[in-house]
C-alpha cells in the first residue's frame, strides 16, 4: 500500500501527518549521525514514537549531538501547536505551607514553629486575588503542602476556628473566594482523595500533582523522598487515574535531578504516556529541573545540565506530539532560547504580584522580555486561561458553570480559544 500524498501509515494502521519540509529539515540536522539515531528520529517524524529502549539511546546520543532530537521536536511542536507560545498570568496563593513531608530538596515546607511557617486566612486570599485580577492575572494558583492536618495539632486548631475539618474543605472554600475576585482557580494540594476531587472540581478548572518520579527506590534511606511518604508514586499515580475517571483536566509532569538514573527517567515518561492514553485528560506535562537549595539535605546535590532538560522535554514530544509541554522559565533563566528549540509551547504561570514561593530565589522573567526572544525565533507568545483550550470545547472536562465563566474570561482578555 502506497502511502497517500503528505502521509504515513503508522504501525497500527492509523493514518498520520508527514511533511517533506520537514523531513528534509531533519535530514539537514542529521549529519552524520549513525543509521540507528537516524531511523527512530525519521519515524518520531511520522508520528511513530520511539520505544523506551531506542528513547534511551536518544538521550544518550543527545549528550554529544542533541540537534536532531530538537529538530525532530522541534517540528512535531510546529506541527501540532502552530508558532504560538502560551503562559498563564497568575497569581501564586500558597495556602499553607505546612506539610507532613521532609523532601530532600524543599524549602517551602515548614513545621507550625519555624520561621516563615504560615496559613493565609480568608481575608488574605481575597486580597491576593483582588491584587491578581487589578494586575490582569487570570489563573488563582492555589499551592500547599501535602496533608498537615495528619502531622500538626497547632494546624487543625487553626482549621478549626476556621470552621473547616481538613485542608481540602478549607481549599474549596478559599478556590470559591478567588472565584468571586474573578480569577480561575488551579490546584496543587498533594494527594486527594477521589470524593475531594470531585467537589474541587466544582470550584477548579483545572487540578494538578507532579509525578516527580515512577521509581519506588526514591523513597529508600538515603533518597530524595525517604522522609516523604506522599511522594510513593503509586499513590500519585493512582490520583492521576482517579482525577482521569472523574474527567479532571490535569497537569502533572517529572522533577529532574532527585537523584533518578536515566532510565526511571525514561520509565517516567513512559507512564505518563500511557496515563494519557488511557484517560485522555492531562492537559499538560511539566519538565522541571531540580535546584539546589541552601540549608536543605540536597544544597550540594548536582543540578541537571541544560542539554539534559532540553533533551528530555524533546523526548515527551516525540511521546506526544499534540501534548502541551512546559518547562519552567525561572529555573532556566539563560536558555528560552534553547527550551524553544526543543519543542516546548508553554511557559507555565508567570506572575506579576507573587514570587514562586515554591522557588522564591528564581525571579519570573518580564513577559516582554520572554516575548522578545519568542519572536526573534518566530513564535507569539499569547496569555492563556488555567484549562486550555481543547479541554473547554468537549463536554464533562470543565463543569459547566465554570466552562461558561472560563469562555467568558477568555473573550475578556483576548486569549484564543
Not at 516546548?344 to 515554591?358: H, K, Q, R
Amino acid at each position: 500500500m502506497t502511502d497517500p500524498p503528505g502521509f504515513s501509515i503508522s504501525r497500527d494502521g492509523c493514518l498520520v501527518s508527514f511533511f517533506p519540509s520537514d523531513a528534509a529539515e531533519l535530514q539537514r540536522s542529521l549529519g552524520s549521525v549513525r543509521a540507528e539515531i537516524a531511523s527512530v528520529l525519521e519515524r518520531a517524524l511520522r508520528e511513530i514514537p520511539p520505544t523506551q529502549e531506542e528513547a534511551l539511546l536518544l538521550l544518550r546520543h543527545a549528550a554529544r549531538h542533541p540537534a536532531p532530537l530538537l529538530t525532530t521536536a522541534r517540528l512535531l511542536r510546529d506541527r501540532h501547536k502552530g508558532r504560538t507560545i502560551t503562559y498563564s498570568p497568575k497569581v501564586f496563593l500558597p495556602l499553607t505551607n505546612l506539610c507532613r513531608d521532609y523532601c530532600s530538596y524543599c524549602t517551602f515546607r515548614k513545621d507550625p514553629r519555624d520561621p516563615g511557617a504560615w496559613t493565609m486566612l480568608p481575608e488574605e486570599v481575597r486580597d491576593w486575588s483582588r491584587k491578581g485580577k487589578q494586575a490582569g492575572c487570570i489563573e488563582a494558583l492555589f499551592c500547599l503542602g501535602d496533608r498537615p492536618e495528619r502531622a500538626f495539632r497547632e494546624y487543625r486548631e487553626t482549621l478549626a476556628v476556621l470552621g473547616h475539618r481538613s485542608t481540602p474543605e478549607y481549599l474549596v472554600a478559599a478556590c470559591r473566594i478567588a472565584l468571586d475576585e474573578g480569577l480561575l482557580p488551579h490546584t496543587n494540594a498533594g494527594i486527594l482523595r477521589k470524593d475531594e476531587m470531585r467537589e474541587l472540581k466544582s470550584c477548579n478548572v483545572s487540578l494538578g500533582l507532579m509525578l516527580e518520579n515512577a521509581s519506588p527506590r526514591l523513597r529508600l534511606p538515603g533518597q530524595a523522598h525517604h522522609h516523604a511518604p506522599d511522594k510513593d508514586p503509586a499513590l500519585r499515580v493512582r490520583m492521576i487515574e482517579e482525577a482521569g475517571e472523574l474527567r479532571i483536566p490535569f497537569t502533572t509532569g517529572i522533577l529532574l535531578g532527585i537523584g533518578e538514573t536515566l532510565p526511571e527517567r525514561v520509565e517516567s515518561l513512559y507512564l505518563l504516556r500511557d496515563l494519557q492514553r488511557s484517560y485522555g485528560h492531562i492537559q499538560e506535562i511539566i519538565v522541571q529541573n531540580f535546584r539546589a537549595k541552601p540549608a536543605t539535605r540536597m544544597a550540594r546535590a548536582p543540578e541537571p545540565e541544560t542539554w539534559e532538560v532540553a533533551a528530555t522535554a524533546a523526548l515527551c514530544r516525540l511521546l506526544l506530539p499534540d501534548a502541551n509541554i512546559q518547562v519552567p522559565p525561572n529555573l532556566n533563566p539563560h536558555d528560552h532560547r534553547l527550551l524553544l528549540a526543543a519543542g516546548i509551547n508553554d511557559w507555565g504561570g508567570i506572575s506579576p504580584v507573587t514570587l514562586d514561593y515554591v522557588n522564591p530565589e528564581a525571579p519570573w522573567p518580564l513577559v516582554a522580555s520572554l516575548a522578545r526572544t519568542c519572536a526573534e525565533l518566530g513564535y507569539a507568545l499569547r496569555p492563556r486561561l488555567p484549562v486550555y483550550p481543547e479541554y473547554l470545547r468537549f463536554p464533562g472536562f470543565v463543569d459547566e458553570p465554570l466552562r461558561r465563566r472560563a469562555l467568558e474570561l477568555a473573550r475578556e482578555k483576548g486569549v484564543a480559544l
